[in-house]
C-alpha cells in the first residue's frame, strides 16, 4: 500500500525551514527518502530503519516514528538547491524488500 | 565507480512500435528495478529483476515485459507502444536488502508520435 506523503507541495523563501510527513498503514522496516530535480534522476538522500532513528545530512535531517510508522524529513534554512520533489519510499515488514514510493511533495523556493 | 547506466537517452516510436530500452546495474549489485514516470508525475514501478529472475510487477499490461541477464543488466520491452506510454523509463539499482539504497540511472525518454 502507497504511503501517504504530505504535505502534496510546499512554497518557501530561501532561509526558511520545512517539514515532509511520510505515513504508512503497514508496520515498516526502512523508510528511504529521495529528492528529484526537473528533468534528472531522483537521487538517494537517506535511509531510516526500524528502531527510531533519526539521520541527517548537512542541513537535511530525518525522523523515523516505528509507533505512528510515520517518517519525516527536516530542511533546515532552505537553499535554493533544496527545489525539487521529494519522495519517501518504504519497505514494509510483511514485504520481500519492494520498496513502495510515495506520490512525491513538490518544494519550492523562492530567493 | 560507474553509476548506473541506461540507453538510449532519448527514443522515438510511433504506435504499434516496438521499444527496448537497456540498463546496466552499479557493478555488485544484483537487483534491477524499472520505472514508468510521465510527465510531471510520480514513479510508476513496473518490474524488479533480481539474480535474473522475475522478483515482482506492477500494475501494468503483459506488452511490457523485460529479462536480466547473467551480467546482471537488464532490458526493457514494450510492444504495441501506444501514445500513453510516452514517458520517462527509468532503470535502478541496489543490492537486495531494505538496508541499502536504489542507485537510478539518467532514464529513457521514450516518445510515441
Known amino acids: 500500500q502507497q504511503p501517504v506523503q504530505s504535505p502534496q507541495a510546499v512554497i518557501l523563501r530561501e532561509g526558511e525551514d520545512a517539514v515532509i510527513n511520510c505515513s504508512s498503514s503497514?508496520?515498516?522496516?526502512?523508510v528511504h527518502w529521495y529528492r528529484q530535480k526537473h528533468g534528472e534522476a531522483p537521487v538517494f538522500l537517506m535511509i531510516?530503519?526500524?528502531g527510531g532513528e533519526q539521520k541527517g545530512h548537512e542541513k537535511i535531517s530525518a525522523s523515523f516514528n516505528e509507533k505512528k510508522q510515520q517518517s519525516s524529513l527536516y530542511l533546515t534554512a532552505s537553499q535554493l538547491s533544496y527545489s525539487g520533489t521529494y519522495f519517501c519510499?518504504?519497505?514494509?515488514?510483511?514485504?520481500?524488500?519492494?520498496?513502495?514510493w510515495g506520490a512525491g511533495t513538490k518544494l519550492i523556493i523562492k530567493p | 565507480e560507474a553509476g548506473v547506466t541506461q540507453s538510449p537517452t532519448h527514443l522515438i516510436k510511433t504506435r504499434g512500435q516496438q521499444a527496448t530500452l537497456r540498463c546496466s546495474p552499479i557493478?555488485?549489485?544484483?537487483?534491477v528495478y524499472w520505472y514508468q514516470q510521465a510527465l510531471g508525475l510520480g514513479l510508476q514501478f513496473l518490474l524488479w529483476?533480481?539474480?535474473?529472475?522475475?522478483?515482482n510487477r506492477g500494475n501494468f499490461p503483459p506488452r511490457f515485459s523485460g529479462r536480466q541477464f547473467p551480467n546482471y543488466s537488464s532490458e526493457l520491452n514494450v510492444n504495441a507502444l501506444e501514445l500513453e506510454d510516452s514517458a520517462l523509463y527509468l532503470c535502478?539499482?541496489?543490492?537486495?536488502?531494505?538496508?541499502?539504497?536504489?542507485?537510478f540511472g539518467d532514464g529513457t525518454r521514450l516518445s510515441i508520435l
Open positions: 519510499g518504504t519497505i514494509s515488514m510483511d514485504s520481500n524488500y519492494q520498496l513502495i
Open positions: 503497514k508496520a515498516l522496516y526502512s
Open positions: 529483476y533480481d539474480e535474473g529472475e522475475e522478483r
Open positions: 531510516l530503519l526500524k
Open positions: 535502478a539499482s541496489s543490492l537486495v536488502t531494505g538496508r541499502r539504497p536504489q542507485h
Open positions: 557493478s555488485g549489485h544484483t537487483s
